[in-house]
């Protein structure tokens, strides 16, 4: 049987919106992490097969294929193409998963995976404005679609309103929601402070760790703010930061990995995707688990580690009453509500994070999801070799 290993993966540090690395190109986010790929695995980029980058709200200067852009920007190799992947906020993973089906299906032996986001230089929901604008319309993906009305009427579709949602479904009030939130900046300042993330970035510019975590958060600042929504509970305390950042991974085929005397770090053990309602959107992960188990034959207690990308405290909280899963294996060096979610980047960033963690433990299994919008999540589950 064929198999997809991952030899290498790093990310940048991720930025603050308005941070250190809001003034820099997507393109050249990308092709930083891009060139430092190259350099720590040791191969000629030019065996590259593709580079397959997640990314969304693709216009000004994340339009234009920005996977080729990226791979261009690094002075790598004219021969090797790249394209862009949107599956929303799992677009990396997605990208991940597109480069090691490449690998499995015998197609391709080295292909690069990642993704970049710069969220300072596009907000979100700035690409759907702009495409709405010169046609006519007000806003939004979805006006205009008379079957997308006949099957959900004039329902919000808004990650807020999944988030309450979510909130109200599993009974999650606003004090456990930061009760989580606090946990993940204390996770993500303890692990930087000890020298987790070390090995997993390379700094870009003045930026040489994540500058989203808070070391001066309070339960009693977090209880100050307002909820984002009116009669809510759901605030920016437990919300994911808007960020840029960007991460990469190599992934290669057996023969590759003999070929260029690579090691293996890991192997792609299952991967898949699913969805559900649309219009709660983000809950997506909870099917989503019980899939991928069911077809790997795998039970929570046999994974080691999770991570499940924070872009509200109650997807998590949701998730980990749903499936009854130890918290004390879940985002142990926090999440996005700490670290931030730079859209694009942030499936390839949750997957090197935890090879590396990983590897820092001596676990075998690692598992990931994240909610996508849609109602969509991907599940990757990694043995560490």
């Not at 990396?92 to 089906?101: R, Y």
């Not at 479904?169 to 993940?184: D, K, N, P, T, Y």
């Not at 300042?189 to 090995?199: C, K, L, N, V, Y």
């Not at 305390?237 to 003999?258: K, P, T, W």
Request: proline share 5%.
């Amino acid at each position: 049987m064929a198999e997809a290993y991952i030899v290498e993966a790093v990310r940048t540090p991720v930025g603050r919106r308005g941070g250190g690395l809001s003034a820099v190109h997507p393109a050249d986010l990308g092709a930083h992490v891009l060139k430092e790929l190259m350099e720590r695995s040791g191969i000629d980029p030019a065996a590259v097969e593709d580079v397959v980058f997640g990314c969304l709200d693709t216009v000004g200067p994340q339009a234009g294929d920005i996977a080729r852009t990226c791979w261009l920007a690094a002075g790598l190799p004219e021969e090797v193409p790249g394209v862009t992947v949107d599956r929303q906020c799992g677009s990396s993973q997605q990208a991940v998963h597109f480069a090691a089906q490449a690998v499995l299906s015998g197609t391709q032996d080295l292909v690069v995976a990642g993704g970049v986001q710069n969220m300072s230089q596009v907000p979100i929901a700035f690409a759907s404005r702009q495409a709405a604008v010169p046609l006519g319309l007000t806003d939004g993906p979805f006006l205009g679609s008379t079957g997308w009305r006949a099957r959900y009427g004039d329902q919000p579709v808004n990650q807020f309103s999944g988030a309450e949602m979510i909130a109200a479904r599993w009974g999650i009030g606003r004090e456990e929601q930061e009760e989580f939130a606090l946990r993940s900046h204390r996770r993500a300042i303890r692990a930087i402070d000890t020298g987790r993330f070390d090995r997993e970035t390379v700094p870009c510019g003045k930026v040489t760790v994540d500058e989203g975590p808070r070391r001066d958060t309070s339960p009693e600042k977090m209880a100050a703010l307002k909820p984002v929504l009116d009669g809510g509970t759901v605030t920016a305390a437990c919300s994911s930061q808007v960020s840029d950042g960007a991460a990469a991974l190599l992934l290669a085929s057996e023969r590759a990995v003999r070929d260029h005397g690579l090691r293996p770090r890991a192997r792609v053990h299952h991967l898949s995707a699913r969805g559900e309602d649309p219009i709660r959107m983000l809950s997506a992960p909870i099917p989503a688990t019980a899939h991928a188990l069911r077809k790997t034959g795998l039970t929570l207690d046999a994974i080691d580690l999770v991570e499940i990308n924070e872009a509200f405290a109650p997807v998590v909280l949701a998730w980990l009453k749903e499936t009854g899963a130890d918290p004390g294996k879940v985002n142990v060096n926090g999440g996005a509500i700490a670290l931030g979610h730079p859209l694009g980047a942030t499936g390839a960033r949750l997957m090197t994070t935890l090879l590396h963690e990983l590897e820092r433990t001596g676990g075998r299994y690692g598992l990931q999801t994240m909610c996508e919008g849609g109602g969509q999540a991907n599940v990757t589950i990694v043995e560490r070799l």
